[in-house]
């Protein structure tokens, strides 16, 4: 029998009792996101679309819709996955608690790129039929798919170290490779059309998502080590190996999708960077899951530091966070 004391295993209908804490490191993410809250609209898009009009090149405007293609519906799968495959499962009341305000989180940021694809003249068709009709959207929109129906369809039986090895294969697949690896890449992308003094009001958004993901990713990465202790039975050199491969295939689609999305180097971003960039971040992801890195790549995007890898530098959840007392909320 399971502990019903630990990240799983609990009584899925027990009301909530937060206090004493037991993972005192997911209050602080419940806390910090809390800091993080943020509103679409909150980020005027008036200048956006007259650089659309006016500034954008029609190369620039297809990047623009290919990038929206993948976000947009992966917010809501990432919410699917949150609440079908994960909440049912994982019992620990702060480990719920996180759950429930990412799954706030990703419900706005599918209201956030809502409100940017009826405001920029995107063409909305096209944006909403990459998910049935662009090859290298569709790819990684399977790929994510399938983990979250691995665990639908058949359940997943937390008594067998199968089970739990779905289980955690669903929990990288989500947290560590699409909201710390496809999302990052799509970010670095964004990112460069403000270098460029375009689409300012679209890149405060993506700031703020940005900041929410690089938190769920770091919820995330704690999770996984915390279930890996918790469940030394699931850490065998197979599973080492399979998680390798996922992250060595999540970029394999991504580079497809880059390829796609820059077919020519646009606002000095190519595909080529892009994909160093990737796998870069690919290689810092192999590492916070304690598997060592695959590539070896210095990151190509200096100027992407301050924006992108400083808030995860900055693991305040890493040390006893002194703020407060396990047991005692300050807030
Ligand atoms: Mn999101
Ligand atoms: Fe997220």
Known sequence: MRSAHGLIG???VEPMRLFPLRYPWAYAHVQQ???NTWFPEEAPLHDDVQDWHERLSEEEHRAVEILLGFFNPMESMVTSNLLLALYPYL??????????RQAWEEANHTMAFEYVIKTLPVDRERVFGMLENHPAVMAKAAFQRQLTEEILQTGTDLHTTEGLQRFLRNMVGFFVILEGIFFYSGFAFALSFRRRNLLRGLNTIIDWVLKDESLHLSFGVHLIRTFLEEYPEVRTPALAGE??????KAVALEADYNRALLPQPILGM???LLNAYVRYV?????????????FHASNPLRWLAIEIDLPEQVNFFEARNVSYEVGRPRE
């Open 282 to 294: 690919a290689d810092r992801r192999l590492e916070e899951l304690g598997l060592g890195a695959q």
């Open 91 to 100: 019992t620990a009341p702060e480990i719920r608690l996180y759950l429930a």
């Open 33 to 35: 996101a809390k800091r």
């Open 243 to 248: 998680l390798r491969e996922m992250i060595q």
């Open 270 to 272: 190519s595909a080529e």
């Open 10 to 12: 609990g009584d899925p």
